[in-house]
């Protein structure tokens, strides 16, 4: 992947966030059947998948520079976007080793870690930066282990200490949300921060969910993906923020609506973490507009087939209620009803040329 | 099943497996727990009045307020060790305040008890401002920190000891409303 090493982008107004045809191709399109509905479709995360973002530890692409500059920006305007409790300082050198050992192995372009005994010395040339420190002393660097990894990464981040048989948020460091809240959620359980979600619970999802991340093991991290729809190139859909961007749900038209509505995915990873026992929870945000959406012919039918025969309580829930016929509107007319092949790969090698470029 | 993160409210029940029991409620007129006889617990109780004196040398022990008696019980639960068992009965900002001085003081989910609030008033965190907002009865609340009108979500913070509160734009409330109207 190649990634650009200035952050010309904007996630907030005014909105500047373009896709090359190659990130077009890796997106991890959530849809593998003609209908949605939750289920747990947990599979191991192994470094292979049906499309490219899936295929490493921590994905990394052409918007990492962006994307940790707009992280850096919420955290200085809100610090609250980062919270870990004082029991999980084990977990957080756990996090600093899984993410600086996996990125620098599979990205040894852009990242580097050289260790000798306790003393680590990384590079991040990405992001420029150089640090020497002592692994397991929090002194040695400048900011809290978890704080300063997590700050090199793009998506989310939430720590979990494991007792009681249950899961518990117990640290994060969270600013690119689909409308929910580290500083609201810390400390609860794994059935409590899942609460405002409808149906899953009466489906027995989440007492599932739960049973199989109570079992994960270490060095067998597993995989899902999770999706929501957003207007406009915004990380920071945060209900701390709600009063800022929720108005843009009322701004969608039949004429802006391949440029201002965005696919929102989140590839969701939970690792088990040697020392602390802990889980790692990492929600990789990916958003993709209609318009590159339609590009990919597979994608632009399945997705109008969803969203048409979306259940009214999730559509609620997800906030897609001011908008979602619009988008099915617009779609319509690109879906001959086909049969699609199950699963996410797109059907072709290259995006084509569907609709005229964006004025 | 537990689907909300509501606290778990249930009618107190004196726990046989406890060594020591402590009742606290926010008024007298809040019962006492079933099994009362075969244990008898300590019991402390609001009553709102400045020259109350927090004797202990007899049975009922009187507070004056119950910021007086959360401060008075995390003493006592940082010196308490295995066997206590604790109960709380009141309105629900008095149980979400207890639920987080037992939190903090590190008592598991079964050494607590909580009577199903007697008061409907729910304390509401701003999650713009983080102003905690108390007594609130209805579904909607101006915020005192920002002047936001929140509407009260049915997520509880333990932590936080409040439901959250979220502003909705007027753009959005009335594009809803036109849509609500078109069907």
Redesign the interface.
């Known amino acids: 992947m190649t990634v650009q090493t200035s952050a010309r982008e904007s996630y907030r107004p005014p909105y500047q966030v373009t896709n090359s045809a190659e990130t077009i191709m890796r997106f991890p399109f959530p849809f593998p059947e003609d209908i949605y509905m939750y289920s747990m479709n947990v599979e191991p995360h192994i470094r292979s998948g049906p499309v490219a973002a899936m295929r490493n530890t921590f994905d990394i692409d052409e918007h990492y520079v962006a994307e940790c500059a707009e992280k850096a920006r919420i955290l200085q305007e809100d610090p609250?976007r980062c919270i870990v409790l004082p029991h999980m300082r084990e977990a957080e050198w756990d996090f600093v080793e899984l993410a600086m050992t996996t990125l620098s192995d599979q990205y040894p372009q852009h990242f580097s870690l050289r260790r000798e005994g306790l003393d680590w010395h990384w590079v991040n040339r990405l992001l420029g930066y150089e640090q020497s420190f002592v692994f397991g002393d929090a002194g040695t660097l400048p900011l809290p282990p978890f704080e300063y990894m997590a700050r090199q990464m793009q998506g989310d981040f939430t720590l979990h200490d494991q007792r009681?048989d249950d899961l518990w948020m117990d640290g994060g460091m969270v600013t690119a949300q689909a409308d929910w809240?580290l500083?609201?959620?810390?400390?609860?359980s794994f059935?409590?921060?899942h609460?405002?979600v409808p149906k899953a619970?009466?489906m027995g999802v989440f007492?599932r969910g739960l049973r199989f991340l109570l079992m994960l093991q270490h060095e067998k991290p597993v995989r899902r993906l999770n999706w929501t729809m957003t207007i406009n190139p915004r990380l920071d859909t945060s209900?701390?923020?709600?009063?800022v961007w929720?108005?843009d749900?009322?701004s969608v038209t039949p004429e802006n609506v391949a440029d201002k509505v965005h696919l929102r995915v989140e590839l969701q990873t939970l690792y088990r973490l040697p020392r602390s026992n802990a889980i790692l929870f990492s929600i990789r945000c990916y958003l993709m507009p209609v318009r590159d959406i339609m590009r990919v012919g597979k994608w632009r039918k399945r997705l109008h087939r969803v969203l048409r025969d979306l259940d009214p309580a999730l559509s609620s829930y997800k906030g897609l209620?001011?908008y979602r016929q619009t988008v099915v509107d617009f779609l319509a007319p690109y879906d001959d009803g086909a049969p699609l092949s199950n699963g996410i790969q797109p059907d072709a090698e290259q995006p084509e040329n569907v609709l005229a470029p964006a004025a | 099943?537990?689907?909300?993160?509501q606290l778990p409210f249930a009618p107190l029940v004196l726990d046989a497996s406890g060594v020591r029991h402590l009742y606290v409620r926010d008024e007298a007129a809040c019962p006492l727990p079933e099994g009362c006889g075969a244990a008898t617990p300590e019991v402390w109780t609001v009553v709102s009045d400045a020259t109350a004196m927090a004797d202990t040398g007899e049975g009922e022990v009187l507070l004056r307020s119950a910021t007086a008696l959360l401060e008075r019980l995390a003493g006592r639960l940082a010196r308490e060790r295995v066997g206590l068992r604790l109960y709380a009965a009141g309105g629900a900002s008095f149980l979400a305040r207890v639920a987080i001085v037992a939190?903090a003081a590190g008592l598991?989910?079964g050494e607590v008890q909580f009577a199903p609030p007697r008061d409907v008033a729910r304390r509401v965190?701003c999650?713009?401002c983080?102003t905690l907002n108390e007594g609130v009865a209805a579904d909607t609340v101006r915020c005192l920190g920002c002047g936001?009108t929140l509407f009260v979500?049915?997520?509880?913070?333990?932590?936080?000891g409040a439901y959250?509160g979220?502003?909705?734009?007027?753009?959005?409330l009335?594009?809803?409303e036109a849509?609500a109207r078109h069907g």
């Open positions: 609250k009681e809240s500083k609201f959620d810390l400390g609860m059935r409590q921060w609460a405002p619970a009466e007492d209900p701390e923020n709600f009063m929720g108005a749900r009322a209620d001011l | 099943m537990i689907v909300s993160s939190d598991g989910t965190v999650v713009h983080d936001t979500r049915e997520h509880y913070s333990r932590g936080l959250m979220v502003g909705e734009p007027e753009i959005l009335q594009a809803m849509a």
